[in-house]
């Protein structure tokens, strides 16, 4: 991969896991990585609890809209990460794949949101070290 890389994120209802994972993203690495997110099959919000659980740390997601996912989203990442699609999402040929299985927060309190969000952080840390180098 040249230049600035481009990540991801997909589950299915783009309400949830995928918007918080994107949201770390473009808060830790700033401008250094295009970030897109996407579902299968788009919610018509972003959960509530979701975007609750994020702002404790300092992320707004309340402008956020669940998007649907769509072959250019796709072919244009370097890396595409799915969350608990399973067979609902794509696989794209000569794309860098990860799945991550995570709960699906779809349903949930801010509280069982929190130990999820925390999980995806990580996750969300340990990629930038891989598309940045360990000082991203």
């Given at each position: 991969?040249?230049?600035?890389?481009?990540?991801?994120?997909?589950?299915?209802?783009?309400?949830?896991?995928?918007?918080?994972?994107?949201g770390f993203l473009t808060h830790l690495s700033g401008d250094r990585v295009t970030v897109r997110s996407?579902?299968?099959?788009?919610?018509?919000?972003?959960?509530?609890?979701?975007?609750?659980?994020?702002?404790?740390?300092?992320?707004?997601?309340?402008?956020?809209?669940?998007?649907?996912?769509?072959?250019?989203?796709?072919?244009?990442?370097?890396?595409?990460?799915?969350?608990?699609?399973?067979?609902?999402?794509?696989?794209?040929?000569?794309?860098?794949?990860?799945?991550?299985?995570?709960?699906?927060?779809?349903?949930?309190?801010?509280?069982?949101?929190?130990?999820?969000?925390?999980?995806?952080?990580?996750?969300?840390?340990?990629?930038?070290?891989?598309?940045?180098?360990?000082?991203?």
């Amino acid at each position: 991969m040249t230049g600035k890389p481009s990540v991801l994120f997909v589950c299915v209802h783009n309400a949830g896991r995928s918007q918080m994972a994107a949201g770390f993203l473009t808060h830790l690495s700033g401008d250094r990585v295009t970030v897109r997110s996407a579902g299968s099959a788009p919610a018509g919000s972003v959960n509530p609890a979701v975007v609750a659980a994020m702002a404790e740390v300092g992320i707004d997601l309340s402008a956020e809209t669940p998007k649907v996912l769509t072959d250019e989203a796709a072919l244009a990442a370097d890396v595409i990460v799915t969350m608990g699609c399973g067979d609902a999402c794509p696989v794209y040929p000569g794309k860098r794949h990860l799945d991550w299985e995570l709960p699906d927060p779809a349903g949930q309190g801010v509280a069982a949101v929190r130990p999820i969000r925390d999980d995806i952080e990580q996750r969300v840390r340990g990629l930038i070290s891989e598309l940045l180098g360990p000082a991203g």
